[in-house]
C-alpha cells in the first residue's frame, strides 16, 4: 500500500519517514561498530583466529534467519512494538558482553544480535516500503542507504573511547544509542503498515537467470563478512593500530564503499555490465593485494587503500543486483533481489570461516590474501559468463541503483523493481 505525503509536507517530501531513517541511523550508530569492537575483544583475549571468525560469523547467521523468520513476530506485535522490542533485545545483548567472561558464549549473543538486527531492518524496509511514491521511492532508498553507512562508519570513532578488555564504557555507549533508537519510531504520528508479502526466488531460478549475477553476490558476501568480521583484528595485528587505529581502517572501507558505488554504477550503465563487474574483481583483486603492503607505510598509505580496497569489494554486490534485473522481467525483480539478499548473507555467513583460516595460516595478510582469491576466482567465472552468454542489449539494460544487502524487504525499494503505474486515459 501506498500513501501520500504526510499533511502539510511538501511533495517528494522525506518527512513522512523522518522519524524512521533518524532510528535507523541511531541503530547503526550504535550496532555499527559493535562487531569491531568485538573483534578487537577477542583478539586483545588472544582467542584463536578461527574461534573468532566462528564467534563473529554467528552475526550473520543470524541476520539470515532474522530475514526469513523475524516478519513474523513484526506481523503479529506491530511495526512499532517490534522495533521497540528487537532494538531492546540489542541494547541488553550489547551489556551483556562484558558479563561474560568467557568469549565463546559470545557468539550466542552475536546470532542473537544479527536476529533482532534483522527484525529491526523488517520493521524499517517494509514501512519505508508502504510510504514510497513513484516520486520519493528513490530518494528514500538513497535516504536510507546513507542513514545506514554514515552511522555504520561514524559510529566507530566511539572506539576510541576503548580502554581494554574489562571496560565496559564503550558497551554502554552502543547501548544508549540503540536504546535512544526506539524514541524517534515510538512517538511518531504516521500510522504503521500492514506488512508486504516479498517472495525470494530460489537459487535454481536466480542462476538460470544469472549466473554471474548469483555467484558475484555470494563472492561479495564471502569478501566483506570476512572483512567486517577480521578486519579490525587485521588492522591491528599488521599495521600495529589501537582501536582508534582500527577503527579508522574500518571507517574508510565503508567509506570508499559509498564513494565508488556511483561512478562503477554509472559507468556499467553505459557499458556490458559484465565487463564492469570483471573490471571491479580485477581492481578489487589487486587492492586486497596491495593493502597489506602498505600496512607499515604509514597511515594515512594504509587508509587511502582501505578506501580504494572498499569502494571495488561494496560495489560488487549492487552490480551483480542490477545484472540479474537486466535478465529479468519486471514482476520478479523484487523477488529475485530479495533472493539475492539471501545469497549475499549466506556467502558472509561462511566469510569469517574461511577469512580466519587463512590468517591462521599465513598470518594477519592472510585475510587480504582470501579476500583477492575470492575475487580472482569469481573474475574467472565472470571471463567465462562472457565467453558463453551475449551480452544484454542496450535497451534492454535497466539504469543502476545502490541496493542495501540488508533482509529482502528492501528490494521493492530500488525503483527498477517497483511496480509501474499506469495513468488512465483522459476523459474515461
Known sequence: MTEPDAPGAPAGSLRPVAALLAGAALVMLGNGPLATLVSLRLDALGTPRI???????????????????????VARAGHIRAFGAFASA???????????????????????????????????????????????????????????????AVGQFLLGLDEGPGR??????????????????????????IMPDVASLPARRLYAASPLGLVGTIGSGLILGAIYALGPVFARAAAGLEAQGAALFMSAVIFGGVLLQW??????????????????????????MVVPLLAREGQGALLASAALFGGFAFALYPLCVAHTN??????????????????YSAGATAGPLAGSTAMSVLGAPGLFAYAAIIAGL?????????LARAPVPAERQG?????????????????RGAPRLVQPPVGG
Open 263 to 288: 561512478p562503477l554504477g554509472r559507468l556499467s550503465d553505459a557499458f556490458d555490465r559484465r565487463r564492469v563487474i570483471a573490471g571491479t574483481l580485477a581492481a578489487l583483486a589487486a587492492s586486497a
Open 51 to 73: 574461534a573468532t571468525g566462528l564467534i563473529m560469523a554467528a552475526y550473520f547467521a543470524g541476520l539470515t534467519l532474522g530475514s526469513l523468520l523475524a516478519y513474523r513476530l
Open 399 to 415: 539504469t543502476f541503483q545502490p541496493v542495501p544487502g540488508t533482509t529482502p524487504l528492501a528490494a521493492p525499494l530500488n525503483p
Open 90 to 152: 540489542v541494547s541488553a545483548l550489547a551489556l551483556a558482553y562484558p558479563l561474560i567472561g568467557h568469549p565463546l558464549p559470545w557468539a550466542a549473543l552475536r546470532m542473537a544480535e544479527g536476529f533482532c538486527m534483522a527484525g529491526i531492518f523488517i520493521c524499517v524496509e517494509s514501512w519505508l516500503n508502504d510510504r514510497a511514491t513513484p516520486a520519493t521511492r528513490g530518494k528514500i532508498l538513497a535516504a536510507y542507504m546513507i542513514c545506514l553507512y554514515s552511522g555504520q
Open 326 to 343: 537486466d535478465h529479468l522481467g519486471r514482476q520478479e525483480r523484487v523477488a529475485a533481489s530479495g533472493g539475492l539478499v539471501l545469497a
Open 378 to 386: 569469481v573474475l574467472g567465472f565472470a571471463l567465462w559468463r562472457m
Open 168 to 193: 565496559p564504557q564503550v558497551f554502554m555507549l552502543v547501548s544508549i544509542l540503540v536504546s535512544l533508537a526506539v524514541l524517534p519510531v515510538a512517538l511518531t504520528r504516521q500510522a504503521p503498515p
